[in-house]
């Protein structure tokens, strides 16, 4: 802000206000803040995932298999034994349950990230417009000698947001007329006065969540999208895992 005084006790003038930045700070910014609501919701995802599994607990799924080997070692001590049999069937149908749970849990845990992805997924496409819009009006006010501190001030606090929704970088003032570009990857998502769309899908057979340009490519995400769109938790290794313990258990069986 610059100003001059118009006299004893006649207080100043404003002539100016100068728009103090610094792109490689605001770079550094943009980064930061991408990267910690990235850490923040693989926190959050991989937590629920933790609370999914149960462990350590006597309920959880180790417990439980220990039991059931355990149970198994009884029957072969004492084969006729109809109250040793009656408990190792108990035992196996608490752990195909706890595994059935499990993947269940694991199967929401997958669908509240991906819900999470196209939700925020909307926002990006909304503030990337917005972003553009700016553009355009800080172009519009530069060329005409007006002041754009105020405009770039509100293009700031919108690219931290997209930064923190998806991993943004930016490309400052390319054209030299006071717009930025926003990047994912090696893609503009904000060109000048113009933006993409990014659309997602979600997998109706794994539930994972899909991220394209308008050309069909992929997107490489970042920030919270990133993070919810890279923790696939496949529950079906679990319901494959069912199957393996039946069959060991069967061929235990045979041996004995």
Known sequence: MSMTATGIGQGVVVLG???????????????????AASTAQTQSVLGQAQAAFNEPSSSGIASQLSNFWSQWDNVAAAPTDQAARATLLASAGEVASTFNQTATSLTQVQAGASAGAMTDLSEVNREAAQ??????????????????????????????????????????????????????????????????????????????????????????????????YGRRLEPRPLRALIVVVGILAIVRLLTM
């Open 131 to 228: 972003v553009a819009s700016l553009n355009a009006d800080i172009i519009a006010a530069q060329g005409g000698g007006g002041n754009a501190a105020g405009l770039a001030d509100q293009r700031d606090a919108v690219i931290k947001q997209l930064s923190q929704q998806i991993g943004v970088t930016v490309r400052p003032d390319v054209a030299a007329n006071g717009s930025v570009d926003l990047m994912l990857g090696s893609e503009s998502l904000v060109q000048g006065i113009s933006s993409q769309v990014v659309t997602g899908s979600v997998s109706s057979i794994t539930g994972a969540v899909s991220l394209t340009w308008p050309d069909g490519s992929t997107v490489a995400a970042g920030g919270q999208i990133g993070a919810r």
């Open 17 to 35: 206000v100068t728009r103090l930045d610094d792109s490689n700070a605001d770079a550094q910014d943009v980064s930061a803040q991408a990267n």
